[in-house]
């Protein structure tokens, strides 16, 4: 029963919600992954209140932590497009498992898909493409891009309606805008809003891991 964990959950979501105000104000990674890693270990303590497993949560866990692999490359480039390429790679991995999650409780909506992606594929053609001089790069930031357009999709057409649908869509969709905003500042030189890039990036796990939180409770037996 969930009841005996939620002052647990509750400290930890706090926890969360801490680790992130630290990281940016202190830019130290063990804070950066904290937002990720507490939201692995909130979901861990739902998935312990549980009789069962339920391997759509599992999705969800894994997209954490290749979150904060990816997180890592980034964050220890250093100019190295290399490790660009590496860090792309591993949210595209946590993007097939918030994928997933949606497709457990869903289908891929596929006219918001459509639309989404002819959007961003535009936007990717006609600003960014001449901004990025590695062949490496370009294919796999394109195929990050038409994964984060397909997991947004997918988070749409969760069939369920109601609070953890919405915080779910809306994680999903900050992930995407987070990541709109590196793709200006590191292909189109435009630092005018870089300031929002970790904030949401930060948020999206908070209100993925709240989402999830607020599912298992409205599935608890009264």
């Known amino acids: 029963m969930l009841s005996k964990f939620r002052p647990v959950l509750i400290g930890l979501l706090v926890l969360q919600v801490a680790s992130a105000i630290l990281a940016l104000a202190y830019g130290d990674f063990l804070f950066k992954s904290g937002s990720a890693g507490l939201g692995a270990i909130i979901l861990l303590l739902l998935l312990s209140g549980r009789s ?3 391997p759509d949560l599992w999705m969800v866990i894994g997209a954490f932590l290749f979150s904060i692999v990816g997180d890592y490359f980034l964050s220890h480039r250093n100019g190295d497009t290399l490790w660009f390429v590496y860090g792309i ?4 991995l946590a993007h ?4 997933a999650y949606s497709l457990f409780h869903g289908q891929v909506a596929w006219k918001t898909t459509l639309v989404v992606c002819a959007a961003y594929l535009i936007f990717f053609f006609t600003s960014l493409y001449g901004g990025i001089g590695d062949p490496l790069l370009m294919w796999a ?6 994964v984060s357009c397909l997991s947004l999709g997918a988070a749409v057409g969760i069939k369920k309606a109601g609070w953890p649908k919405l915080g779910y869509t809306f994680g999903i969709a900050l992930i995407l805008f987070s990541d709109t905003l590196i793709a200006l500042a590191e292909f189109m030189q435009y630092n005018r809003w870089d300031f929002l890039i970790l904030p949401t990036y930060y948020l999206a796990h908070i209100a993925i891991t709240w989402a999830l939180w607020k599912r298992f409770t ?5």
């Open 52 to 54: 069962f497993r339920t």
């Open 89 to 92: 790679f591993f949210f595209f």
């Open 96 to 99: 097939i498992g918030y994928l």
């Open 141 to 146: 930031a394109l195929a990050y891009l038409l």
């Open 218 to 222: 409205a599935e608890e037996p009264a």
